[in-house]
């Protein structure tokens, strides 16, 4: 506004002044406009810059930091400057310098620079300082990641199985590397078709109710049971509220009933090699209720019974996180076949696990044409949190992607 009146006064001297100052005088308004002008141009380049800036002081800090495990402070230090030198690289701007400062389990980046200025020299700004902070901690936050996994009978197709197991295998690697020390990081894998399977060792677990798999016919009756549990009764369904009575149990199928048991659930665990042994097991086969899949990647987040994870540690900072993955839409539960009416158990499952504070990530491989699923996208934590993809090659980068959202849930600022 200073300016437009400004220069709303000179226009008016000017024409009614016709002595040879006045072009003087207009010369010095021309200064000022392309003062003004400039300006914004180079404070634009210099928030761009900023912003490039803070990306790689996190990703250093990060990088650093996850593999601090046994290295004195000072190699923390040269890792870290060596991790920045590499992610900032500006044409006509030398690395910045970094001041890295390591205490206890924290280690701090700080840089600034002074981002040479195109058009304010005019005015007699030479240049504008740019700076940024990033801060990590290890041994203070701790992640704990579900993964509920589609293993239904279509991901038999277009490679999706295959990619499946690909990708998470890539995903366990990542979130191990993040690991410093035993517990850092825990993860769980709940594999679901129309059922999860808790593993026959559970056959005599007083949270099951195992008549529900026994079957009668004229000619007797029989329990066949290879683990497979279906969806609680109602509300229990939709929570991960601790069984204490027979209606809050988790009911038995029969397995001549369960159009395929996949392979058992993997409860919370820092054993990387039985993590990838259970996703070798992974086979497709069953329809597809998500609901289930959902609640039992819920219950390996929960203590107590009956998946028993473990007790956190006050001295700890605790991330929550579900990742679910299917390639179709609801198709069959315990108490619908209707897929209306399992989206709205499955909404109402969502809505509860965000309420826990659980970050909740969702991932629809749609290689069929299926419309997109309104129920996963409106089940994620938020809009960037919900991948759709039609290609199960995408499952590799949208899990490193994620895998990186993880390990930097652990950096503060």
């Keep these: 506004m200073f300016y437009l009146l400004f220069l709303h006064s000179l226009v008016r001297r000017f024409r009614r002044d016709t002595r040879g100052s006045v072009a003087i005088i207009f010369a010095i308004c021309l200064i000022a406009i392309f003062g003004f002008i400039g300006s914004a141009v180079d404070y634009s380049r210099a928030s761009r810059l900023q912003a490039k800036l803070q990306s790689a002081l996190d990703a250093a800090a990060v990088a650093a930091s996850s593999r601090a495990s046994g290295k004195t402070a000072d190699e923390i230090r040269a890792d870290a400057l060596t991790y920045f030198a590499a992610q900032f690289r500006e044409p006509g701007i030398p690395t910045p310098q970094v001041v890295a400062t ?40 701790r992640l704990r990641v579900a993964l509920a996994l589609d293993n239904t009978g279509s991901m038999a197709s277009a490679g999706k199985m295959d990619a499946l197991k690909s990708a998470t295998l890539s995903l366990l690697s990542q979130l191990q590397a993040n690991a410093r020390n035993d517990g850092d990081v825990l993860v769980s894998i709940v594999p679901f078709a129309k059922v999860v399977n808790v593993g026959t060792a559970h056959r005599n677990a007083p949270w099951i109710r195992m008549a529900d798999a026994t079957v009668c016919t004229w000619w007797g009756c029989s329990t066949t049971w290879s683990g497979a549990i279906q969806d609680r009764d109602r509300n229990n369904d939709i929570t991960n509220a601790t069984p204490i009575g027979s209606s809050t149990y988790f009911p038995a199928m029969h397995e001549s009933y369960t159009g395929g048991t996949p392979v058992a659930i993997q409860p919370l665990t820092s054993n990387w090699g039985q993590l990838r042994s259970t996703v070798a097991q992974m086979r497709p ?35 929550r996180a579900i990742i679910l993955i299917s390639d179709g839409l609801n198709t069959e539960s315990r108490h619908s076949s ?32 299926d419309p997109t699923s309104a129920v996963l996208r409106a089940c994620a934590s938020s809009s960037d949190k919900f991948t759709l993809m039609t290609n199960p090659t995408q499952l590799l980068t949208t899990l490193t992607d994620i895998g990186g959202q993880l390990t930097r849930l652990r950096l503060t600022r």
Aim: proline content about 5%; some cysteine.
């Design 102 to 141: 390591v205490t206890d389990s924290t280690l701090e980046l700080t840089a600034t620079f002074q981002m040479p200025a195109s058009f304010l020299p005019v005015i007699g700004i030479d240049s504008v300082g740019v700076g940024a902070v990033a801060k990590t901690a290890w041994g203070i936050t």
């Design 338 to 369: 209707r897929q209306s009416e399992i989206d709205a158990r499955q909404a109402l499952l969502c809505h509860a696990v965000k309420a826990a504070g659980v970050t909740l990530f969702t991932i629809q491989v749609n290689t069929g044409g």
């Design 285 to 319: 086969q069953g329809n597809t209720n998500q609901v289930i899949g959902l609640a039992w990647a819920w219950q390996t987040l929960t203590q107590g019974s009956p998946m028993h994870a473990p007790v956190e540690d006050p001295k700890f900072t605790f991330k």
